[in-house]
């Protein structure tokens, strides 16, 4: 049977590059942050500029009658 729950794996390298080239667009800001259980992570946060894209992209488009 399959599970309804799935897991993706992806390269580290490839997660990298995916990560820089966010970064270099102006999408994504990375930052170490405290999680809720006082450690450090990497957290990705989306900027402004990066929002915009993201509307713009995967938005549905309507057209005028």
């Keep these: 049977a ?3 729950w799935y897991e993706t794996k ?3 390298e490839i997660l990298q590059t995916i990560k820089v ?3 270099a667009l102006g999408w994504i800001d990375v930052m170490a942050l405290q ?5 450090m992570a990497l957290f990705w946060i989306i900027t402004d ?3 915009r894209q993201m ?3 995967r938005s549905v488009k309507t057209s005028v009658a």
Aim: no cysteine; aromatic share 0%.
């Design 21 to 23: 080239q966010l970064m």
């Design 49 to 51: 500029i990066g929002k």
């Design 2 to 4: 399959v599970d309804s």
């Design 35 to 39: 999680t809720v259980s006082k450690n």
């Design 10 to 12: 992806m390269d580290e």
């Design 55 to 57: 509307l713009q992209v």
